[in-house]
């Protein structure tokens, strides 16, 4: 598999997965270390097993962070916003830890 980056629907670089990442990590340390802004989105996978892999890891992660005391304050209010996940799909996140803790025994 390998990661395609792009812009304004045409396709600039096609590179594996591990070269992707990488790149992407350099481009947010220079981000993070200089205060501008990379205009590199987040890695999105479109295969639907990936997908639908970790949305559920996801899920049990935050029904554990929950139970531990810990905040998620990215989950809280009506902000409710992680970055690069459309609202929907962080609600998603959201009943689907409330399944996965009900299905999770303490």
């Known amino acids: 598999m390998s990661q395609y980056f792009a812009a304004e629907g045409k396709t600039l ?4 997965n591990g070269a992707a990442r990488l790149y992407v990590h350099c481009a947010k340390a220079m981000s ?24 559920r890891f996801v899920a049990t992660s935050i029904v554990m962070v929950q139970r531990s005391g810990g905040e998620l304050p990215a989950l809280a209010g009506p902000a409710q916003r992680l970055s690069g996940i459309p609202a929907a799909g962080v609600t998603r996140l959201i009943e689907l830890a409330a399944v996965h803790a009900r299905a999770m025994p303490d």
């Open 13 to 16: 670089w096609n590179r594996s």
């Open 32 to 55: 993070d270390f200089t205060g501008v802004p990379s205009g590199i989105g987040p890695l999105i996978s479109n295969h639907p097993i990936i997908l639908s892999i970790m949305d």
